[in-house]
Structures are given as C-alpha cells and as structure tokens.
C-alpha cells in the first residue's frame, strides 16, 4: 500500500462518494457555521482532502481566495464540474496533498482539514507541513474522525477486513488526546475542541489551532 495506491481508490470510489448524502447533515452545518465565523474577507484559505468541493463552494465566497486540493484527480475532476453551475466568487481546486506543497505556493491564513488527517499515512509530518503553509498566526481548522475512539470492533476487525480486499484506502487509529497532542507538539496553540455531531456519540473533534 502506498500513497499511489491510495489515489488510486480514491478514483475509483469518487461517483459513488459524490452521491452519498451527508450522514449528519446538521453536524456538517454547524462545522460550516462555526468555520465561517472564523475566516476573515480578506483570508487565504487552503483547503486540504476536499473531495469533490462540497465545502470549498459553500465557504469560498466568504473569503479571498480559496484553493481546495485533494489526492484523487477524479474527485477534483468532479468539484470542477460543480463549478459549471455555481455562481462566483469560485475556489481553484487541485491535485495535490499537504505533502507536495511548499511554501513557494504560498502562504495561507487558514489551512482547513476536514475527515482528512486520519488518512495521511505519516501524520506529525503532514502537521509539520501544515505550520510551514501557514502565515504568522495562522488558523489550522481540523475536523477528525478518531477510531481510536469508536467501537474496537470497527478498528480490530471490520477495518482491517475491508482494507485486506481492497474496500478501504489507509486508515491510522487515532484518539482524540494523540490527535491534539500532535497537534500542539507540531507547533500550534489549541484555542477551541468542540463537538459538533448532532447523531451517536462524538467521535470527530472539531479543533481550531493557531500557529505560534
């Protein structure tokens, strides 16, 4: 398994991701709400793992400019497509992961990685990363699911299955306490971790961190 290979199913599932609804819709809302609040007009926003762009076009107006950057050329294909029917101000979307970007891309007020940092494969590098795109102060607006957390069923026996044949990209089991601990020790300040799920039990901390 590597990265590649994660692209890779990442393409392939990405119709099927672009169908599927929203499991906790007013979840999702409240994370949009709460994210707008903190993005200023005049912010550079990158967005990382956004899928086929469903968050860039809800918050992209509210900003600068906004570039939105995802593993799979098929997902990016598809945000680009949505763009054919939204009106302006849009995001840039592109291929790309934290990993292949540099600070020669420039720099970003706000970085934001939703449902993404559990599928980095070398987690306190691509937070190391993170802080380097981010201007002084800089915001980094994370949303994780954490299985580390959830039902050993699902990371003891269901995950490893579904990865075994091919029906999951990698997945690190992460808990909630390592994932903010590797946070700060990447060099942020944590100011906010808040539950935005509407449905079960919390299991992906909303965290707002700013560079120091």
Same mark, same amino acid.
């Given at each position: 398994?590597?990265?590649?290979?994660?692209?890779?199913?990442?393409?392939?599932?990405?119709?099927?991701?672009?169908?599927?609804?929203?499991?906790?819709?007013?979840?999702?809302?409240?994370?949009?709400?709460?994210?707008?609040?903190?993005?200023?007009?005049?912010?550079?926003?990158?967005?990382?793992?956004?899928?086929?762009?469903?968050?860039?076009?809800?918050?992209?107006?509210?900003?600068?400019?906004?570039?939105?950057?995802?593993?799979?050329?098929?997902?990016?294909?598809?945000?680009?497509?949505?763009?054919?029917?939204?009106?302006?101000?849009?995001?840039?979307?592109?291929?790309?992961?934290?990993?292949? +970007?540099?600070?020669?891309?420039?720099?970003?007020?706000?970085? +934001?990685?939703?449902?993404?940092?559990?599928?980095?494969?070398? *987690?306190?590098?691509?937070?190391?990363?993170?802080?380097?795109?981010?201007?002084?102060?800089?915001?980094?607006?994370?949303?994780?699911?954490?299985?580390?957390?959830?039902?050993?069923?699902?990371? *003891?026996? +269901?995950?490893?299955?579904?990865?075994?044949?091919?029906?999951?990209?990698?997945?690190?089991?992460?808990?909630?306490?390592? +994932?903010?601990?590797?946070?700060?020790?990447?060099?942020?300040?944590?100011?906010?971790?808040?539950?935005?799920?509407?449905?079960?039990?919390?299991?992906?901390?909303?965290?707002?961190?700013?560079?120091?």
């Amino acid at each position: 398994m590597s990265t590649a290979s994660d692209a890779r199913f990442w393409d392939r599932t990405s119709r099927k991701y672009a169908k599927a609804a929203i499991a906790d819709q007013a979840g999702y809302e409240r994370t949009l709400v709460r994210t707008r609040a903190l993005l200023g007009p005049d912010d550079r926003v990158l967005e990382l793992g956004c899928g086929t762009g469903t968050t860039a076009l809800r918050l992209a107006g509210d900003v600068q400019s906004y570039c939105a950057t995802d593993i799979s050329a098929e997902m990016i294909a598809i945000a680009e497509k949505k763009c054919l029917a939204s009106p302006a101000p849009l995001p840039v979307f592109r291929t790309a992961t934290a990993e292949a +970007l540099t600070p020669e891309d420039g720099r970003f007020d706000a970085v +934001l990685a939703f449902n993404y940092l559990h599928l980095v494969r070398d *987690l306190p590098d691509t937070l190391r990363r993170i802080h380097a795109l981010l201007a002084a102060e800089g915001l980094f607006i994370s949303k994780t699911p954490c299985l580390g957390d959830m039902n050993p069923l699902i990371r *003891l026996v +269901l995950l490893p299955a579904m990865r075994a044949i091919g029906m999951a990209p990698y997945v690190s089991v992460l808990r909630a306490a390592e +994932l903010s601990h590797l946070i700060s020790a990447a060099g942020f300040d944590i100011s906010a971790t808040e539950n935005h799920a509407t449905k079960g039990n919390n299991t992906r901390p909303y965290i707002v961190a700013r560079k120091r």
